[in-house]
């Protein structure tokens, strides 16, 4: 799984995986960037990875109000 450098382009079918108590990693994603309403989302868009390389690709992260978007992943490329 590679970390997204940055998204080229807007994400699309945005769909929510999980909220509040139902992501595991609720605990840690407070601590590390404050409380909030934690959602884990994904979607597709077009990326640029670590090594450079651009493609499209499904990205998961995890989203609050008011803090943002942290952690992106990407999940699987799509062609």
Same mark, same amino acid.
């Given at each position: 799984?590679?970390? /997204?450098? #940055? /998204? $080229?382009?807007? &994400? @699309?079918? /945005? @769909?929510?995986?999980?909220? %509040?108590?139902?992501? #595991? @990693?609720?605990?840690?994603?407070?601590?590390?960037? %404050?409380?909030?309403? *934690?959602?884990k $989302?994904?979607? =597709?868009?077009? =990326?640029?990875?670590?090594? %450079?390389? &651009?493609?499209?690709? @499904? &990205?998961? *992260?995890?989203?609050?109000?008011? =803090?943002?978007?942290? $952690?992106?992943? /990407?999940?699987?490329?799509?062609?």
């Amino acid at each position: 799984m590679r970390r /997204v450098e #940055r /998204v $080229l382009s807007a &994400i @699309e079918k /945005v @769909e929510e995986i999980a909220s %509040g108590t139902g992501i #595991r @990693e609720l605990h840690r994603l407070t601590r590390l960037y %404050g409380e909030g309403r *934690w959602r884990k $989302l994904k979607g =597709i868009a077009r =990326i640029e990875d670590d090594y %450079g390389e &651009i493609y499209l690709a @499904e &990205i998961h *992260w995890y989203e609050a109000h008011g =803090i943002g978007k942290r $952690l992106l992943k /990407v999940k699987r490329r799509h062609e």
